[in-house]
């Protein structure tokens, strides 16, 4: 039987007596993630751009598709493009963590749940690196960013919470029901077009936006585009949709998680 010394529950506060632990798995992630690589992190800017040029070829410039007020639409495409990847990126990893980890999990315990958020940080770097790009295309372009700019740790917090509150959720069923990890990539496909990431929110029509709002990475990346651009739709309470869903997804996937828990070592 694998359990905690105190009780089969696991308390908050175990998540910081295993800090080191946490620590190490972010470490490990990282260097796993660029071990024999041969551009290294530039992958974090060589994938958004990529696809924002696809993207403005396709959309910007045969579709015509608008962007934002006057922003140009390949800056528009790559800064959103490069949000999205963050998220998808600590869903995915988060989402498959619990299952990559069952060597670990089948002979030791300890707090399980630092498996799937641990994995969720290391896009978080990339995010970094390449954020860092859209600044500069932002000045290449000729905005200078406003004080506005500064929330974008926040938001970048809220797309962490959100991954890793779905994460929880999904590392969990995937232990027990293995099909459910070809269910996660099929929702962020879906996900990519039920989302203005490459189009304004402006383009949806007000009788389905409520619904299409249900969508908490509408209301990030509503969120995100005015900490850049200091733009901002109507909708303002699309805003507060996100806010809300990321707490209910990581109380839930929190409580869901630990009861799962109990069961990993016998079933994965």
Do not use: C
């Not at 995010?127 to 960013?145: I, T």
């Not at 990475?217 to 739709?233: I, K, N, P, Q």
Request: no cysteine; glycine share 6%; hydrophobic share 60%.
């Amino acid at each position: 039987m694998i359990e905690p010394a105190s009780s089969a529950n696991v308390r908050l506060q175990d998540l910081w007596e295993y800090r080191d632990l946490f620590y190490l798995l972010v470490k490990r992630d990282i260097t796993v993630r660029y071990r024999q690589t041969v551009v290294g992190a530039a992958w974090a800017v060589l994938q958004p751009a990529a696809l924002a040029v696809v993207f403005s070829v396709f959309l910007g410039r045969l579709a015509r598709v608008p962007s934002q007020g006057s922003i140009p639409y390949p800056l528009y495409a790559f800064s959103g493009i490069v949000l999205w990847l963050f998220f998808t990126g600590a869903l995915s990893r988060s989402a498959e963590s619990t299952l990559g980890a069952a060597d670990l999990i089948s002979k030791v315990w300890f707090p399980r749940v630092i498996i799937p958020m641990s994995a969720a940080i290391a896009p978080a770097i990339d995010f970094g690196v390449s954020f860092a790009v859209v600044l500069a295309v932002m000045l290449a372009y000729g905005y200078v960013p406003h004080v506005e700019v500064l929330l974008v740790p926040v938001v970048a917090l809220l797309v962490l919470s959100v991954a890793i509150g779905m994460g929880l959720w999904f590392s969990a069923l995937i232990v027990r029901y293995r099909d459910v990890r070809h269910l996660v990539p099929f929702l962020l496909s879906v996900g990519m077009f039920v989302t203005p990431i490459v189009y304004p929110f402006a383009l949806v029509p007000d009788s389905v936006r409520p619904v299409y709002a249900l969508n908490p990475m509408v209301g990030v990346l509503e969120l995100y585009r005015w900490s850049l651009f200091g733009t901002l739709t109507d909708s303002w309470w699309i805003v507060v949709i996100p806010l809300v869903t990321a707490l209910l997804l990581v109380i839930s996937g929190l409580r869901f998680f630990r009861r799962a828990q109990l069961t990993f070592a016998d079933v994965i």
